[in-house]
């Protein structure tokens, strides 16, 4: 238990009483290195180095995180006014696919009715999505 596992490293490593997130390890390799990353930062914020920081930036190499984001072909992205929230999300979007929206190959359109260049309609799902009528037959 981690009780014992404690009591045995003494002062040397106080890490099982820190409050850190538990790491799940799954089959895909993507989530593998999400794991590994969260041992290795646990580790770390234990060592002399690093005792006094909360988080460390640590990246892995080749990791999704690390690289440029981009359509594989244009995308207009429409967020539809009557969809609460859903505007704010595709401007997140934008942003954690490029600085550039045209460089990463992403518009995003708010006009009322269905654009005829819509390739995606963003459905941002929460307790007031339906609560506008237009929302309901827009997703039709």
Same mark, same amino acid.
């Given at each position: 238990?981690?009780?014992?596992?404690?009591?045995? !490293?003494g002062e040397r490593i106080n890490f099982f009483e820190r409050h850190r997130p538990h790491a799940v390890w799954m089959r895909a390799e993507?989530?593998?290195?999400?794991?590994?990353?969260?041992?290795?930062?646990?580790?770390?914020? !234990?060592? $002399?180095?690093?005792?006094?920081?909360?988080?460390?930036?640590?990246?892995?190499?080749?990791?999704?995180?690390?690289?440029?984001?981009?359509?594989?072909? $244009?995308?207009?992205?429409?967020?539809? $006014?009557?969809?609460?929230?859903?505007?704010?999300?595709?401007?997140?979007?934008?942003?954690?696919?490029?600085?550039? &929206?045209?460089?990463?190959?992403?518009?995003? !359109?708010?006009?009322?009715? &269905? $654009?005829?260049?819509?390739?995606?309609?963003?459905?941002?799902?929460?307790?007031?999505s339906f609560s506008d009528e237009r929302l309901a037959e827009q997703v039709k």
């Amino acid at each position: 238990t981690s009780k014992l596992l404690s009591w045995r !490293c003494g002062e040397r490593i106080n890490f099982f009483e820190r409050h850190r997130p538990h790491a799940v390890w799954m089959r895909a390799e993507e989530f593998q290195r999400v794991s590994l990353k969260t041992i290795v930062e646990a580790v770390l914020l !234990c060592s $002399p180095n690093y005792v006094n920081q909360t988080s460390l930036p640590l990246c892995v190499s080749g990791e999704l995180e690390s690289q440029s984001l981009a359509f594989s072909k $244009p995308c207009t992205l429409w967020a539809s $006014p009557a969809n609460a929230g859903s505007l704010d999300l595709a401007n997140e979007i934008a942003v954690a696919f490029a600085a550039d &929206r045209e460089t990463a190959g992403l518009t995003i !359109c708010t006009t009322d009715d &269905r $654009p005829a260049s819509a390739t995606h309609l963003l459905l941002y799902l929460n307790e007031d999505s339906f609560s506008d009528e237009r929302l309901a037959e827009q997703v039709k």
